[in-house]
């Protein structure tokens, strides 16, 4: 019998989930920041649900479970439940895999006690770290695995070194080209925050239009959007962000369906790494998607994270 002893996650304790983190999630690099905005800022956060292990004062293991029960409020349903992180590492008398196992059981007790009755790790969209569980981290798989988990989608993230990045010059004539053709790509004023998110809204979904709203409050630590207007018709037509979640991240990017497929989306790309770039950032992530070539023509794509999508019914 292993003794674990469960605390909630508090500001008192957040640094020992950090530690945890890092040392458990050997390809993340975990920092306060991330945990606060995944925990404590989700508006659909509950007392319970995230918690730390810890065996003889040492903390071991650390989970963050959630329920969208308040926002978007369009995407609510108190049945569905979140592991939005799941970390553990070897103590004295229990091994990874016994830590991984006992915090997951114990979140996904709360979770059921609250009313959840369906889990999934780890795509709790917009207020997520990863859109599923990356391939290396055998472990935490297994564990899901043996837990009754199973694969229900799977997505990439693009990992760039900026330092290596810069525009190719079909990019350049393709953006005078529009350009000749009466589009423009601009970065939004503040004043435009609910034009913008409120047009992405209506295309793209609420969980897009609260990143592209957090862009612009976020907009005095780097984040921004790009807006492609069409100024003959006199309407938005694209946009694409950049610092929404986490500063170094690159996303969401969308153009108007029948705008497709004519380069708009690869000028707003570029565009928006180039301004990351020139605000500083040196590692980007473009993350959680499964568009191949839109994304392979970017110079400086060094790596290429593959995540499985688990869930599983619960009771
Ligand atoms: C992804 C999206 C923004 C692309 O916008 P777009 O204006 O069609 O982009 P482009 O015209 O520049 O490129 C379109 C296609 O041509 C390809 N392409 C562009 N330039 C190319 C080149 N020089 N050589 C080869 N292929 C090229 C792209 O790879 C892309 O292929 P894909 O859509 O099959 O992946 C758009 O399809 C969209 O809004 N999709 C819905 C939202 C979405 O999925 N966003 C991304 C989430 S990660």
Redesign the pocket.
């Known amino acids: 019998m292993h003794s674990l002893e469960f605390e909630e996650l508090t500001e008192e304790n957040l640094q020992d989930a950090v530690r945890v983190c890092n040392a458990s999630l050997r390809y993340d690099s975990f920092k306060a920041s991330t945990i606060r905005r995944v925990a404590f800022q989700d508006p659909n956060a509950e007392a319970g649900l995230a918690v730390l292990a810890y065996e003889g004062g040492e903390p071991l293991g650390f989970a963050i479970g959630c329920r969208r029960v308040r926002q978007p409020t369009e995407m609510v349903d108190p049945s569905a439940g979140w592991i939005k992180v799941l970390a553990g590492v070897a103590g004295k008398g229990i091994d990874e895999y016994g830590v991984l196992d006992s915090v997951c059981e114990r979140v996904e007790v709360e979770l059921g006690r609250l009313g959840a009755k369906v889990v999934r790790v780890s795509d709790m969209a917009s207020w997520h770290v990863w859109p599923g569980i990356d391939l290396r981290y055998e472990t935490l798989l297994e564990v899901l695995e043996s837990r009754g988990y199973s694969k229900v989608g799977q997505a990439v993230d693009y990992l760039l070194n900026l330092r290596d990045f810069w525009v190719p010059r ?1 990019i350049m004539k393709k953006r005078e080209e529009l350009s000749k053709r009466g589009i423009s790509v601009t970065l939004a004023q503040s004043g435009e925050r609910d034009a913008v998110s409120s047009w992405v809204k209506a295309r ?1 979904g609420p969980c897009w239009a609260f990143e592209v709203a957090n862009s612009f409050e976020n907009a005095g630590e780097g984040a921004g959007t790009l807006v492609a207007r069409d100024r003959n018709a006199g309407e938005i037509i ?1 946009f694409s962000t950049h610092g929404a979640l986490e500063p170094n991240w690159f ?5 108007e369906e029948k ?11 570029f565009e928006t790494l180039r301004l990351m770039k020139l605000k500083g950032v040196a590692e980007a992530v ?1 993350p ?7 994304y392979t ?1 970017v110079p400086g794509i060094v790596g290429v994270r593959h995540y499985q999508t688990m869930s599983k019914k619960l009771g």
């Open positions: 079909r793209f694209g996303g969401p990017i969308g153009v705008r497709r497929n004519s380069g708009l989306g690869s000028v707003l790309l473009i959680w998607t499964g568009h191949l070539f839109f023509q």
